[in-house]
């Protein structure tokens, strides 16, 4: 009966070595989850941040944020002149089966019918 009795011993302490590492596991699972959520909201914040002093200050930056803020108001101005491009190629679209000018975002040609690529 003795090997029963040092199998049970053994069987349960390997159980509760096991049930505490799966809490261990469990439990550092949830501390890595709350730390992504804080990184996250930390960003959201910085981001925010940023974007008022740039709103604020893009016109008079402080010295050393000056090539930050004209690199910002660079890609603002480029992204305006790539969405007009865009906007002028959707306004001036055609129908490939009849080559009537089509309006953005017709589903369908008003002169052949063919279905358009929406």
Do not use: W
């Amino acid at each position: 009966m003795s090997f029963f009795n040092d199998f049970s011993q053994t069987f349960s302490q390997i159980s509760k070595s096991a049930t505490g590492k799966v809490k261990d596991m469990s439990s550092v699972s949830k501390i890595n989850k709350e730390i992504e959520e804080s990184t996250n909201e930390l960003n959201n914040l910085l981001n925010m941040l940023g974007r008022k002093y740039y709103e604020k200050f893009a016109s008079s930056p402080d010295p050393e944020m000056a090539d930050i803020c004209l690199s910002i108001s660079d890609l603002c101005g480029k992204i305006n002149t790539l969405q007009a491009e865009a906007d002028s190629i959707k306004a001036n679209a055609y129908c490939p089966a009849c080559g009537e000018k089509v309006a953005p975002g017709d589903a369908f040609c008003a002169n052949c019918g063919h279905k358009l690529i929406v």
